[in-house]
């Protein structure tokens, strides 16, 4: 998918301005108006308004022209002009802004899960593993007795950690067999090089 990022401009608000000279033919007659939000998107997804665009037209000369054109005065006016709320322009960065507070949230929910699960290991349970090389595993438990752990390590890698996830088939743990103390694990896990744990619900 390309992501495209740019401004658009959306019309909010349109007017009349009676009984005014305009800046060029000089007669005296109505200049209407139209004012522009202008927005940045990405991926034609609104994120935030930039600023303003207003064109003015002459009712007589029916020629158009710019917000600099006009007197103090009508700049003024122009300025003061109630102009309609325009609350879509912050959808995508509303968007952003709940998925990064989702993940922040998630990802420290899954930590406090991780620091209560790895106290107490159990037979099926899931770890995974970032290795210093950058790479990423995990390993399955088979069996824990009062102190060891025996584990069976996955066969593959991955490069991302959220491709780790999907390692997790049966048929990728053969015969990496690994013996760990309590303490050992605790160690892993302080050091970062566990980073998730997966356990079954039992019914």
Not at 46 to 53: D, N, Q, T
Request: proline residues 3%; charged residues 25%.
């Amino acid at each position: 998918m390309m992501i495209i990022v740019g401004t658009r401009d959306s019309n909010i608000k349109n007017g009349t301005i009676l009984n005014e000279k305009c800046p060029k033919c000089n007669q005296e007659d109505s200049l209407h108006f139209n004012i522009y939000r202008r927005y940045t998107h990405l991926t034609l997804i609104p994120l935030f308004p930039v600023g303003k665009l207003v064109v003015i037209a002459c009712d007589h000369c029916k020629q158009t022209f710019e917000y600099d054109d006009l007197s103090e005065n009508i700049q003024l006016k122009l300025r003061n002009e109630k102009l309609n709320s325009t609350p879509w322009m912050y959808l995508g960065s509303i968007v952003i802004a709940g998925f990064i507070f989702f993940s922040i949230n998630n990802y420290f929910d899954k930590k406090e899960e991780t620091s209560i699960l790895i106290k107490n290991p159990v037979s099926g349970d899931v770890y995974n593993l970032k290795f210093s090389n950058g790479y990423y595993s995990n390993l399955r438990i088979d069996k824990v007795t009062i102190d060891s752990i025996y584990t069976t390590h996955n066969d593959f890698d991955a490069y991302m950690p959220y491709e780790v996830d999907d390692l997790n088939k049966s048929e990728n743990y053969s015969n990496k067999k690994v013996y760990y103390s309590r303490k050992d694990i605790l160690k892993l896990y302080q050091e970062d090089e566990i980073i998730k744990i997966t356990r079954k619900q039992h019914n």
